[in-house]
Nanobody
């Protein structure tokens, strides 16, 4: 099975930027779409961004569109989430996940088969 490890989280102030990374191993990385989700205390895990296997298709939640950018480097088996103009509402644990080949909706967590352990992002005002 595929294993995922997120990194790059931390504590920043509003308006700052962070770049998260997710390194994958275990299967052919370029064959799978990838997604980023986040979960704040007491809230459900929500969709943030997704990218196709080749990297030519990207999708974003309305709450982050224009501020976050998802990308991937298949040679390094890594997907990234560049976050800018961060606000306290972005505070959450961020998870990366690998898309299921049978999934129909990129924004639904049920469409992903493998998940990392998450990395904490804290934004202070």
């Amino acid at each position: 099975q595929v294993q995922l490890v997120e990194a790059g989280g931390g504590s920043v102030q509003a308006g700052d930027s962070l770049r998260l990374s997710c390194a994958a191993s275990g299967r052919t990385f370029s064959s799978y779409g990838m997604g980023w989700f986040r979960q704040a205390p007491g809230k459900e895990r929500e969709f943030v961004a997704a990218i196709s296997g080749s990297g030519d298709g990207t999708y974003y939640a309305d709450s982050v569109k224009g501020r976050f950018t998802i990308s991937r480097d298949n040679a390094k088996n890594t997907v990234y989430l560049q976050m800018t103009s961060l606000t306290p509402e972005d505070t959450a644990v961020y998870y990366c996940a690998i898309r299921s080949p049978r999934g129909s909706y990129y924004s639904r967590k049920e469409s992903y088969d493998y998940w990392g352990q998450g990395t904490q992002v804290t934004v202070s005002s």
